[in-house]
């Protein structure tokens, strides 16, 4: 089994309590959560996030990875598979993003993966849905299964 370590459980950031800006908090989060990364003894990350922008047509799942580590490219294409494989409503490709902070600072490999774009009605309905968190869920743990089983399938595409 694999050893999960969680940097947030809830939507709250890390960053003080009375540390006031949201520019500053979002800079101590990300600092406290690339801390946690960097100490951990992970050999790999992968931080979720929901999309959202002004404009309510942009959808779909879609993972991000620095160049910085061989194999990020590998397995963000593996978990962008499956999210395709099982999201009917995700066609979009893994991105190379080396100005993501977490993705460029991390000490090991790991990727982002924007889940979905809250900004699109159908898609937020869809993220409040257990049935579709499992599917994204699942998807996600295939995707990183098959990094670290060195699946070769997808190489031989």
């Known amino acids: 089994g694999a050893l999960v370590i969680m940097t947030r459980e809830t939507d709250v950031d890390l960053a003080d309590t009375g540390l006031k800006g949201y520019s500053k908090r979002k800079v101590q989060d990300l600092k406290r959560r690339l801390d946690l990364i960097n100490e951990s003894e992970a050999d790999?990350?992968?931080?979720?996030?929901?999309?959202?922008?002004?404009?309510p047509r942009w959808k779909g799942a879609q993972t991000f990875y620095s160049t910085n580590f061989k194999d990020n490219k590998r397995a963000a294409k593996l978990i962008q598979d499956e999210l395709r494989r099982n999201l009917e409503n995700t066609d979009r490709k893994a991105k190379p993003a080396n100005s993501i902070y977490l993705l460029k600072h991390t000490n090991k490999p790991g990727v982002l993966i924007e889940i979905g774009f809250l900004s699109n009605p159908e898609e937020e309905a869809n993220l409040k849905q257990e049935v579709y968190q499992e599917k994204v869920a699942a998807s996600i743990y295939e995707g990183i299964l098959r990094y670290f089983t060195n699946e070769q399938k997808f190489w031989n595409k």
Do not use: C, D, E, V
Request: charge should be neutral.
């Open 44 to 55: 790999f990350f992968a931080t979720i996030h929901l999309n959202a922008i002004p404009s």
